[in-house]
């Protein structure tokens, strides 16, 4: 292992290039959680009523098995199983030219979006930290929340079996310390929460309507939890400018109807990854600009 860690610091090209090929191929795993996973929770809510409402009837149609790896990977329209040569991240879609290679079918350019953008983000904060365990950590992070965003944005959903494991690392890796004490992490995760939910119930006493879920409470005590608190007003304000600025240019460029609620998870997500590279910088650029430092 130290041989290994040698290596990689004396030529971290091979450290970066790694952890792009790794996000390009965790970014297709990723694909199938973010449609998946939220069809197993909706099972699972089904079969968890059924039980509640009729505890004696005993289920009279058992569905078919369902997780994320089975069934295997299928046209939508005809059924072809995708092979293994079909799903190599990006090569695939560019050498069926988008298309199912039974029916021709357009396959969604998502896939290869989320492909790619997981392969970046990767070979970016890899270059961030260096050949570091922050660098490890961070791509962890960097996975689960492309993945939150992916659902949030489709569901508006953020699970907890996501979040709520990833929000424990981040208190364990408080310990070492990696990105904060542990003292500031804990009052990170619960000023996180607690600040959320304060404004959840505000707002529903001043309107009658909800502003957001619990799953945005437990998302920004995960940041919490990393970062510390110092980082908490920082994530709020930068998501709520990105918020911001998408639902302008929906509105604007895509007639979105007003009425329609737009998740902030996915704007929460892509703050908190600014802050977790680039939050110290962020800060002394504010404190200078305001004459504080």
Same mark, same amino acid.
């Given at each position: 292992?130290?041989?290994? @860690? ?18 390009? =191929? ?7 959680? =973010? ?19 009729? /505890?004696?009837?005993? =289920?009279? $149609? ?14 939508? !329209? ?10 190599? /991240? ?29 392969? @970046? ?43 709520? #494991?990833? %929000? ?6 408080? %310990? ?15 000023? +996180?929460?607690? *600040? ?5 119930? %505000? ?5 009658? !309507? ?7 409470? !437990? ?16 994530? @709020?304000?930068? *998501? ?16 979105? $109807? ?7 998870? #996915? ?23 305001? +004459?504080? =430092?």
């Amino acid at each position: 292992m130290t041989s290994l @860690i040698d290596f990689l610091h004396i030529h971290p090209g091979v450290f970066y290039t790694f952890s792009a090929l790794l996000g390009l =191929a965790l970014g297709s795993f990723i694909n199938v959680v =973010a449609h998946r996973l939220p069809v197993m929770m909706e099972r699972e809510w089904r079969e968890q009523c059924r039980e509640l409402l009729h /505890p004696d009837t005993p =289920a009279t $149609d058992e569905p078919p098995r369902f997780n994320l790896s089975t069934p295997r990977s299928r046209c939508p !329209k005809c059924g072809h199983r995708i092979g293994a040569l079909e799903n190599i /991240p990006l090569l695939s879609y560019l050498f069926l030219r988008g298309r199912c290679s039974a029916c021709g079918e357009p396959i969604s350019i998502r896939y290869p979006l989320v492909e790619l953008t997981c392969g @970046i983000l990767s070979f970016v904060v890899a270059w961030h930290f260096g050949v570091t365990w922050q660098a490890v950590a961070a791509l962890g992070l960097t996975w689960v929340l492309i993945t939150l965003t992916l659902i949030d944005f489709d569901h508006q959903l953020l699970p907890d079996q996501i979040v709520l #494991p990833t %929000l424990w690392v981040g208190l364990l890796l408080s %310990l070492v310390p990696l990105y904060a004490d542990t003292t500031d992490a804990v009052v990170g995760a619960t000023a +996180g929460y607690l *600040s959320l939910w304060t404004l959840f119930q %505000l707002f529903r006493l001043l309107t009658g !309507k909800e502003g957001m879920g619990y799953g945005d409470f !437990k998302l920004f005590a995960l940041f919490g939890a990393w970062l510390g608190w110092q980082s908490l007003f920082q994530i @709020i304000l930068l *998501s709520s400018l990105v918020g911001a600025l998408v639902g302008i240019c929906l509105i604007l460029f895509r007639g979105r $109807d007003r009425t329609i609620p737009i998740p902030f998870g #996915p704007y929460l997500a892509v703050a908190g990854w600014i802050s977790l590279l680039w939050g110290e910088q962020l800060n002394r650029l504010y404190l200078t600009w305001a +004459g504080l =430092a």
